[in-house]
């Protein structure tokens, strides 16, 4: 089931007004208890620019052909340093390849740890 889970998109937002097809992972996951955090969230990205790159999304979603690609990530829990690390140098390694990766908090900020 984890590794389904991985492979999942959880939403794709077409946006022709502004030529942006932006494919949307949401990571629910708390930075202190999963060990395999970082590289789930690496999966699913590599798993996200292969259905682009693939052109699968074209199939699925024609409408996509000839926008820009971004890849967001929405965080339940604030990335971690080592988090903050990948995701800068996964930005500029996608941002060689022609693609965008932002990342932000899923709402309007992101939830305490000690919430859990």
């Not at 590794?3 to 932006?22: A, H, M, N, Q, V």
């Not at 965080?75 to 693609?99: C, H, K, S, T």
Request: glycine fraction near 6%.
């Amino acid at each position: 089931m984890r590794d389904e889970r991985l492979k999942l998109i959880d939403s794709i937002i077409i946006d022709s007004d502004f030529g942006i097809c932006t494919l949307n992972i949401v990571d629910p996951l708390s930075w202190t208890e999963d060990e395999t955090h970082l590289a789930d969230l690496q999966a699913k990205i590599n798993n996200s620019l292969q259905y682009v790159e693939s052109s699968e999304i074209y199939l699925d979603y024609p409408v996509s052909r000839g926008l820009d690609m971004v890849i967001h990530i929405q965080f339940i829990y604030a990335p971690n340093e080592e988090a903050n690390r990948f995701l800068e140098e996964a930005q500029n390694v996608l941002g060689d390849a022609g693609y965008e990766l932002s990342f932000g908090p899923l709402g309007s900020d992101y939830a305490s740890e000690a919430d859990e």
